[in-house]
């Protein structure tokens, strides 16, 4: 594979073509990004040869950088003869998951890596994978990986969550923050896709310039074009003078389109030229204007899924996913609903000039089983309604159940009741995402009837 093309064991990534353009445009963006940052990285192929290590990895490295051929990775960062046992690695390589552009910290290895990220190529199969290794290297013995503990912070900017989901998508941040590669983030509505966005522009080195916001969703294309690329005096009716549009507004900083999946054919193709050229054309003008804006993107809809459906253009979706990120839904993070109810609980009181207040734990219970279509959204409107209308220092079980149709205290029935639809939510959509939206195999692994999958879709608002 990539032994056969490259000429050392540190050879850059632009020297080693694949013969894939959607994987060969991943691996130089991920070049241009590792070169820069302190953080080793390194990529293997399916026979753990290192194809490529940026500068800090190669610090690491205990082979000579000169060497005319490749080195195995367990050569090069653990001063090995053979493979470790039970290599994480080969198991992201085994699992061959098409869906998993990000992956959980990994335990056990000798080098101490605490991730492994499947690259996938253009037909959505694991080619190489990027190897994130820890600054302090291991005495070639096998130690655990470096993972987060409870002295750790819980937030990243205004993002808060300790979860390893949110963990997880903490560290992809920081990583993809320094990169000036388009970012698709990928959630359901509510789990806080924009904060995303404005966490990544305040961790790059754009910070101190425009951050820009569209919402696609809102706006007709007809205004979108112009609102976006902007418009000379009488290209349409009411045109009366030039107007800056949005991509020029943002020059030299970020602008996030959001809802991008509400866009029509037309406008993904002027939006893929402006990403292939770097430059707009406005509304009515022969003249087009270089822009330099970072484009940040989200959609709470399977972008993939559409593009196999003919709904969204396949070109477009490799330019703006060359970095891709996953929001997780509430109900994949539970563990930190205590701390979002304690945050929003100290909002609500200072913006209603309230003395803090605490949760009743059997309140916190109820509030952490509760489904939470909305995501966190909805978690802190709720939570915003309960501060206004309860009285007293605390917010108890009482208080919280009548606010909303959550199960009396104590009702263990409508508690597991309760559980076992979270549950079979949850298995619904795993299978939706492994059969890429498709209902009829849904159903058929489900072992339900279409007529039953889609009652379910519709009363667990699964879009």
């Known amino acids: 594979m990539a032994g056969s093309h490259v000429s050392g064991p540190y050879t850059t990534l632009a020297m080693a073509p694949f013969l894939d353009s959607i994987l060969d445009a991943r691996l130089e963006t991920l070049q241009a990004l590792a070169d820069g940052i302190s953080e080793p990285v390194a990529v293997l192929d399916r026979d753990l040869d290192v194809i490529y290590a940026n500068h800090a990895a190669q610090s690491q490295a ?51 890596m605490y991730q492994a990220v499947p690259l996938l190529s253009g037909a959505g199969k694991v080619r190489l994978v990027l190897l994130r290794l820890p600054e302090n290297p291991p005495d070639n013995q096998p130690s655990p990986a470096r993972a987060f503990d409870a002295e750790l912070p819980s937030r990243l900017g205004n993002l808060i969550g300790e979860s390893s989901a949110m963990r997880d998508l903490f560290d992809m941040i920081k990583l993809v923050s320094e990169s000036q590669a388009t970012v698709l983030i990928q959630g359901e509505s509510g789990t806080g896709k924009e904060l995303v966005a404005k ?60 809802e991008i999946a509400d866009t029509s054919g037309h406008f993904q193709a002027k939006l893929l030229r402006v990403l292939q050229e770097g430059e707009i054309k406005p509304v009515g003008s022969s003249q087009r204007i270089k822009v330099n804006a970072r484009v940040l993107s989200a959609t709470n809809t399977d972008l993939a899924a559409l593009v196999e459906a003919k709904r969204f253009r396949q070109d477009l979706y490799y330019r703006l996913a060359v970095l ?77 159940g009548r606010l909303a149709s959550f199960p009396p205290c104590g009702d263990l029935r409508s508690m597991a009741r309760s559980a076992v639809q979270d549950v079979e939510r949850a298995r619904i959509v795993e299978v939706l995402r492994e059969a890429r939206g498709n209902r009829v195999k849904t159903a058929g692994i489900l072992k339900i009837s279409r007529a039953g999958l889609y009652n379910k879709l519709k009363a667990y608002r699964i879009e």
């Not at 195995?72 to 198991?91: G, H, I, L, T």
């Not at 290209?235 to 020059?251: M, W």
């Not at 009181?349 to 003395?355: E, G």
């Open 199 to 258: 966490t990544i522009h305040a961790l790059s080195p754009r910070r101190d310039q425009p951050f820009v916001v569209v919402d696609c969703g809102s706006l007709p294309e007809t205004l979108l074009e112009s609102e976006l690329f902007g418009h000379v005096k009488g290209a349409f009716t009411g045109a009366s003078s030039n107007k800056k549009g949005l991509f020029e507004e943002a020059d030299g900083g970020t602008i996030f389109l959001d």
């Open 324 to 400: 891709l990120l996953r929001v997780p839904p509430l109900r994949e993070r539970r563990e930190d609903i205590p701390l979002l109810v304690r945050h929003f609980v100290a909002i609500a009181c200072k913006r209603h000039r309230q003395s803090v207040r605490t949760v009743a734990p059997q309140a916190m219970q109820m509030l952490t089983s509760e489904p939470w279509s909305g995501n966190v959204r909805e978690l802190q409107h709720f939570i915003e309604r309960a501060v206004v209308t309860t009285n007293g220092p605390e917010l108890n079980c009482q208080e919280i």
């Open 62 to 112: 205990t082979l000579d950088k000169d060497a005319s051929c490749l080195s195995k990775c367990y050569e090069a960062f653990v001063d090995r003869s053979e493979p470790c046992a039970n290599c994480p690695v080969m198991q992201v390589f085994e699992s061959n998951e098409e869906h998993t552009p990000s992956c959980a910290p990994l335990t056990g290895a000798a080098c101490a």
